[in-house]
């Protein structure tokens, strides 16, 4: 079992809007802007999507946000296109001596 | 460009010993955090650990601490992972990453394209 919560998966239609969210508890989301998002392909490397809640790295489309509320933190993506089709994972610090935990991924299916 | 390129796919058996790499291009190796993670087949991610290159400086996840050693070769722009005695459980993609530049825990922006180890009899 994975140390912070994500649905198994989520869908959307071309244009929609979806979200992501991503439990945690007071040791880790809650506790640090630390949380971060990875986009992932089939047999593809993780790619990160969104860095310290809400910052985009350079060359990720504006379509994708992050925000986060308490111990929970969610992925925005607006605008939905075929080639979002793919898992995320979403991370975060915690105060535990783990350091660094994962969530256990999300499938997101375009329609 | 930034660029983590790390060593090929390799297949060992139970009780062998291996250390794979990743090779740092494109920026200052010595001045961000490279770390590891783990993707067991058909899996999510794991955070195994983390060095600095600068100083050595190494974290582990106690789910991997005494499991694999971390290292780094600063004059080759290159980290490690090693496995003194495999386990079929071992068998999995790794792949190397970089934190970003305010500091690992924010993030990781540069990821290798993997390496998969295969344990099996």
């Known amino acids: 079992q994975s140390a912070l919560t994500q649905p198994a998966s989520v869908s959307g239609s071309p244009g929609q809007s979806i979200t992501i969210s991503c439990t945690g508890t007071s040791s880790d989301v809650g506790g640090y802007n630390y949380v971060s998002w990875y986009q992932q392909h089939p047999g593809k490397a993780p790619k990160l999507m969104i860095y310290e809640v809400s910052n985009r790295p350079s060359g990720v489309s504006n379509r994708f946000s992050g925000s986060k509320s308490g111990n929970t933190a969610s992925l925005t993506i607006s605008g939905l296109q075929a080639e979002d089709e793919a898992d995320y994972y979403c991370s975060s610090y915690t105060s535990s001596s783990t350091y660094v935990v994962f969530g256990g991924g999300t499938k997101l299916t375009v329609l | 460009e930034v660029q983590l390129v790390q060593s090929g796919a390799e297949v060992k058996k139970p009780g062998e010993s291996l250390k794979i790499s990743c090779k740092g291009s494109g920026y200052s190796f010595t001045s961000y955090w490279i770390g590891w993670v783990r993707q067991m087949p058909g899996k999510g991610l794991e955070w195994m650990g983390i060095?600095?290159?600068?100083?050595?400086?190494?974290r582990y996840s106690p789910s991997f601490q005494g499991q694999v050693t971390i290292s780094a070769d600063k004059s080759i722009s290159t980290a490690y992972l090693q496995w003194s005695s495999l386990k079929a459980s071992d068998t999995a993609m790794y792949y190397c990453v970089r934190g970003i530049s305010s500091g690992w825990y924010g993030g990781f922006d540069y990821w290798g394209q993997g390496t998969l180890v295969t344990v099996s009899s």
């Open positions: 060095i600095y290159p600068g100083d050595s400086d190494t």
